[in-house]
């Protein structure tokens, strides 16, 4: 776009006297955001209708998903539209800071984590690359919970983001439409279209996201007092469906509104598509694959592929088998994860209640995947049971099994990942669908995660390879020949102390704690789960000061040990991790005997905003989780890209990363994923390691010996016995934290070394970012639109 700087201040004044009734130097930060995101709103209108016109004329993909992490857009639209800079200039003659303006706007928090912000990754690149896409989801009125720690407890608040309402987008009332539970449930979904700007082109995609509202609008003067409070009751069920997101990460929640949620969204998406198909095509479905790609974000949106049944037998009147033909070559499948827990299914009671035409007609897939089945497998009945959509023994629908069966393409998000689908996880379903199955590892966007947070690097990079890495991430290949060269090595440096002063800044406001930018900023930052293991990063933390405790003049390399983590509310281990690092802080960040020379910080609330200001600042990205159970990680792309190592496991996309930028650069300890079925084939004793692994019993019996108190919640106990006893559903340290704390503690440790050698350690850095290329969204939605969704690149002008 270009900047006209007489229209945009005409705008900003204008709407900020028909809005606020208030003149410029009246304005509050909040307003001013709200006037300026809106001029620029009618700015690209043009060509936000130029774009939907020409995607509308040819095959498109669109992405469901239950979540969206976008973060903030102000400033992130501005760079793509080019404007940033003469924004800011114009800021400035009015004597307004853009910091100001920019920290007014809630972030967007639609998501839980990973899975959340891939998806606002991609619908990004999506438009960088100018490729007919849209996006589908949820309008939650209340985001991912703010978290607060109280007495060192996780506490939830709702997270009220449209409070002061949302510049960035429109409602659509005429492309409404109803969504019908069962007989007599029903509600309507309402649009509201967020414009996804790329990068350095005029094309603009949509981000559509659904309202759920009563169907019958309140006509007050007809109610009496009675049905008065039964509409609004009404009015309230109605809302609750797109009320709030289901702050689970990892787990499956199982529950009637969460079912509701998936289909409301899923369906009105559909009828959304099918309308705009009989606009161009008429009534000949057998087109709808040729024009139609639909990516089912993990199994949240599942339930479209009998819903999209439905709609063509139904309301269209096709027969069953023609229906099936082309749903089956209009979806593809992207699994997240092998965790069982996270794998949805539905008790077919439940289903049967809230949607129970979906009911039967998943019910009549299954039988007939079943008839496939045995013809194809006719002696091997265990195999039948195992593949069954329906599992006849524990009466629950299998909701990854009916998208493998539903869809033409299925995907795993990093190399590791895919191969432990095929191999382990999904064997049955790869030895039946081979041509299905696809990898597709992640990446994150340069825009938002370099470009836009770590301006810094962004100019140092430019100057020396000039701006097509903003395009190209490959780009950053160039970067390598200056490995040697010193003085961009301390440039890089010192722009990492600058990150470092800033992020200090930040953690001063959000948890009061001094922290020496001189020390080693070690950071995890990620939702809390065992398998992520932040309980290995703090039982080393606990290791490391008893034996300071110990040898209060043991040479200490100064280190910041930084979390940013929240637990689902109802995950009570989670939870109990969050408490004993907030402990362990605590203890550490008062102790005279260590001297501030280690600081444990946990950042509260950890989301997009603080996000973009840690990856710049930190100089050591952990990666722990237990071999085999990250499908991919996206943080460690972030981190990587910003001149962090990576101290990680071989584990998702870890291996990839140390592929491209060397293991001589990076720290990589523990178990890989064979070692761990080796284990766990030879029997594996934590009691015995625990007791042979110096330090280790210290550590655990701190759990329980009051060193740490957990305020009599009996959390510190619950630790201790699922590491050492297990639990009704696991078997002792099922993530084998105790196995790999000692490799854990040399690799940690030889990182000081590493990190005083200062130009080495910039070295390592430097070469991280230099093979960073791989792991842009942009090299993935690219792959995407080429090997399933089948679409291509269109610019409008
Ligand atoms: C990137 C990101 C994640 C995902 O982090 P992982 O380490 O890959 O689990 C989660 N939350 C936020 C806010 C992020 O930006």
Not at 757 to 769: E, T, V, Y
């Amino acid at each position: 776009m270009k900047f006209k700087k007489d229209i945009i201040k005409t705008g900003l004044e204008k709407k900020l006297l028909v809005k606020y009734g208030k003149k410029l130097s009246e304005g509050l930060d909040f307003e001013i955001y709200d006037a300026l995101s809106q001029t620029i709103m009618e700015e690209i209108g043009g060509s936000w209708k130029a774009t939907e016109d020409r995607y509308n004329k040819g095959r498109e993909a669109f992405y469901f998903s239950a979540e969206y992490l976008m973060g903030r857009a102000f400033s992130n639209n501005l760079i793509n539209l080019g404007v940033y800079d003469g924004v800011v200039e114009l800021l400035e003659e009015l004597n307004i800071d853009i910091n100001k303006i920019e920290s007014a706007e809630s972030d967007a928090g639609l998501g839980n984590g990973g899975l959340g912000r891939l998806a606002a990754c991609f619908i990004e690149s999506m438009a960088t690359l100018n490729l007919p896409g849209t996006g589908y989801g949820i309008r939650y009125r209340f985001g991912m919970f703010r978290q607060q720690f109280e007495d060192g407890f996780q506490v939830e608040y709702p997270d009220n983001w449209l409070k002061y309402g949302d510049p960035w987008s429109l409602r659509k009332d005429r492309d409404k439409v109803e969504i019908r539970f069962n007989k007599d449930e029903s509600v309507m979904a309402v649009p509201y279209d967020t414009p996804i700007i790329g990068y350095g082109t005029n094309n603009i995609n949509t981000l559509r996201l659904w309202q759920a509202e009563p169907v019958e609008e309140l006509d007050l003067g007809e109610f009496n007092e009675q049905n008065y409070v039964e509409a609004m009751r009404e009015k309230n069920e109605a809302e609750n469906i797109s009320r709030v997101l289901y702050p689970n990460d990892d787990t499956d929640e199982g529950k009637k509104l969460r079912l509701k949620q998936q289909y409301f969204f899923t369906s009105a998406s559909l009828q959304d598509i099918v309308r705009k198909f009989k606009l161009k095509h008429g009534t000949d479905f057998s087109l709808l694959p040729d024009f139609t790609s639909i990516q089912l974000n993990d199994t949240h949106p599942v339930v479209a592929i009998p819903e999209l049944m439905r709609i063509l037998i139904d309301v269209e009147g096709l027969l069953w088998g023609d229906a099936w033909k082309i749903v089956k070559k209009t979806f593809a499948y992207t699994n997240h994860t092998i965790l069982s827990e996270a794998l949805e299914k539905w008790y077919t009671e439940l289903f049967k209640q809230v949607l129970p035409r979906i009911y039967n007609i998943i019910v009549r897939i299954h039988v007939q995947f079943q008839e496939l089945l045995e013809e194809k497998y006719p002696a091997d009945l265990e195999r039948r049971k195992r593949m069954a959509i329906i599992d006849e023994d524990t009466n629950l629908i299998h909701m990854a099994w009916l998208a493998i069966h539903g869809s033409y393409a299925v995907n795993g998000v990093a190399a590791l990942h895919t191969e432990i689908l095929k191999n382990a996880e999904l064997k049955d379903w790869y030895e039946l669908y081979k041509g299905k199955f696809q990898n597709k590892t992640n990446g994150v966007t340069q825009r938002r995660w370099l470009l836009k947070s770590n301006p810094e690097l962004s100019g140092l990079i430019t100057e020396l390879i000039g701006d097509n890495w903003i395009t190209d991430l490959s780009e950053l290949k160039k970067l390598e020949t200056h490995v040697t060269d010193e003085n961009i090595l301390n440039r890089f440096l010192d722009i990492k102390n600058i990150k470092k002063e800033q992020l200090a800044g930040f953690i001063k406001g959000n948890t009061g704690i001094d922290v020496d930018t001189d020390s080693i900023f070690d950071v995890q930052v990620k939702r809390l789960h065992e398998y992520k293991r932040q309980i290995l990063n703090i039982f080393h933390i606990m290791d490391l000061y008893n034996r300071i405790k110990e040898y209060p003049d043991m040479k200490v390399t100064p280190k910041t040990y930084i979390f940013g983590a929240k637990a689902a509310a109802g995950y009570f281990r989670a939870k109990g991790i969050i408490k004993l690092i907030n402990e362990v802080a605590k203890a550490v960040n008062n102790d005279p005997d260590v001297d501030g020379r280690i600081k444990v910080v946990f950042v509260e609330n950890y989301n997009i905003s603080p996000a973009e200001l840690i990856f710049p600042a930190a100089d050591i990205s952990e990666q722990i989780s237990t071999a085999g159970k990250e499908a991919s990680g996206t943080g460690n792309m972030k981190f990587m890209m910003n001149g962090a190592p990576t101290l990680g496991t071989l584990d998702g996309a870890n291996v990839e990363i140390v592929e491209e930028a060397g293991i001589e650069n990076n720290f990589i300890f523990g178990m890989k994923v064979e070692d761990i079925v080796e284990l766990k084939k030879s029997g594996y004793n934590p009691t015995e390691v625990m007791n042979e692994t110096k330090g280790l019993k210290r550590v655990m019996d701190q759990l329980i010996d009051g060193t740490y108190d957990d305020g009599g919640t009996g959390m510190f106990k619950e630790l201790y016995d699922a590491l050492l006893v297990g639990a009704s559903w696991h078997a002792p340290d099922h993530y084998f934290v105790l196995q790999d704390f000692n490799d854990y503690r040399k690799v940690r440790e030889s990182i000081d070394d590493a990190f005083e050698d200062r130009l080495g350690w910039a070295k390592k850095a430097w070469m991280n970012i230099s093979n960073a290329g791989k792991f842009t969204s942009d090299r993935t939605i690219a792959q995407y639109a080429k090997e399933i969704w089948k679409i291509e690149g269109k610019k409008i002008k």
